[in-house]
């Protein structure tokens, strides 16, 4: 499930707001979309082998689905404050610059909670490997991370306010 090791799921501000529009929507537009789409599949007659009745029925359990899911996230949400998170070591909510000691590569990860992570664009959950490896740790530690690949050597450069 999409949550941190003591049930809370962090969130930034906008992470939350993103997830509470996506509910919302959900439970409005999406809901009384599929309710339409049930109300024809209805009016084609026999719904025993009406396969417009059986998809816009999966389409409404997915959607029941992800709205159930949402409403567990958003009460189990612990908002990360920006301006709260501490900058001399590596935790939730902060922007990492490390260096790849073997390849010389700079490489900037925000470190967020599940729901938020997007690792194409620099956004590590706070569950993952890497992040985990980084956690805890200061400017001018060189961690040893292990991932799927085999191991890598950072060496944390600079440890900010994540902006992401």
């Known amino acids: 499930m999409i949550e941190e090791s003591d049930g809370k799921v962090f969130v930034s501000k906008q992470g939350y707001e993103d997830l509470q529009k996506e509910l919302d ?22 719904i ?32 990360i404050d920006a301006n709260l998170v501490e900058t ?5 909510g ?3 610059t ?7 590569e700079l490489v900037v990860f925000y470190i967020t909670g599940q729901v938020e992570a997007d690792p194409d664009n620099g956004k590590i959950s706070s569950n ?10 200061k400017v001018n530690n060189v961690v040893v991370i292990k991932i799927p690949r085999g191991a890598v050597h950072y060496k944390i450069m600079k440890i900010e306010k994540g902006d992401k």
């Open 25 to 46: 929507s959900l439970r409005t537009v999406k809901r009384q979309e599929i309710s339409e789409k049930i109300k024809q599949a209805i009016s084609f007659g026999d």
């Open 48 to 79: 025993t082998e009406n396969a417009e009745y059986d998809a816009a029925k999966q389409e409404q359990a997915f959607v029941e689905s992800k709205i159930t899911e949402l409403e567990a996230v958003l009460a189990r949400s612990e908002l």
């Open 88 to 92: 001399n070591k590596v935790n939730v």
């Open 94 to 96: 902060c922007k990492v």
């Open 98 to 104: 490390v260096k790849n000691v073997d390849s010389k």
């Open 128 to 137: 993952s490997p890497v992040a985990q490896g980084l956690m805890g740790h």
